[in-house]
């Protein structure tokens, strides 16, 4: 068996660099670690925190396929965030217009929940502390 100590990072392409860099800093509230341009990919390569975690590994390619499916496409479903203050997250997210589900209530824990999506359609679910 290996023997994991945590997940590194989560690898996402999207369709629009400078959009989804938006959301995932200005949005979301991630930090650039690193930003590089691979010039033969013509494709950027940016490491994105969480606080002091490195999070997500965001990566552009000249015209990458479309999801199939929302969200049971097999593959990654979700990204899901935990909020200290579920409330106040949720009204930011309106305030930003960004357009949510509903929000519901874990069955087994009794936490709050929601989804929203990134500009390519990724599901995101923010999760009560």
Known sequence: MLHLNKVHHIAI?????QRS??????????RVLAEHYREERLSYKTDLALGN????????FPSPPSRLTH???????????????????VSELDALGIH?????????????FL???DPDGLP???YEQ
């Not at 938006?22 to 991630?30: D, K, P, R």
């Not at 593959?75 to 106040?88: I, K, N, T, W």
């Not at 949510?100 to 824990?109: A, G, K, L, S």
């Open 13 to 17: 392409i999207c369709s629009d660099y």
């Open 21 to 30: 860099l938006h959301f995932y800093t200005h949005v979301l509230g991630m």
């Open 53 to 60: 975690d490195y999070v997500i590994e965001l990566f552009s």
């Open 71 to 89: 969200p049971e496409a097999a593959g990654l479903r979700h990204l899901a965030f935990e909020v200290e203050h579920f409330d106040e997250s």
């Open 100 to 112: 949510h589900e509903p929000m519901r209530t874990d069955e087994y824990t009794g936490k709050r």
């Open 115 to 117: 989804f929203f999506q």
């Open 124 to 126: 995101i679910e923010l």
